[in-house]
């Protein structure tokens, strides 16, 4: 009997389970030329990738782990180095968020996130 009630409990806890939050990111590239070293500082982590191609993206999920600003740097067809300070964070927040590039320069974000 106490197993079935051990199993029943550990059951319940696995269906009701833990919410782990996340915030799905997007980085498109309409700039007309590719993006280089684009990296993406938030609170507690980095991420990033080499390249995205004009017309191209790039995918990335990640937990919060901390407040603070998000920090984008990246390098442009010409080698220039770019940084932009972004959006402010706060640890637990979870949706979507889309960086995109619109020209070499310039970066808009959109978020879609709850506390």
Known sequence: M???????????????????????T??????GADINVVQVEYPGATFGTQRI???GSFHYRFKLL?????????TDAAYKDHTLKGLHLDE????????????QTQVTFQPSLKP
């Open 2 to 24: 106490r197993r079935i009630a051990a199993a029943s409990f550990v059951s319940a806890v696995f269906l009701t389970g833990c919410h782990s939050h996340y915030i799905q």
């Open 26 to 31: 997007t980085i498109t590239n309409h700039s």
């Open 53 to 55: 191609a004009n017309g």
């Open 66 to 74: 901390g407040t603070g600003d998000l920090k984008l740097t990246w």
């Open 92 to 103: 637990g927040q979870e949706g979507s968020l889309v960086i995109d590039f619109p020209s």
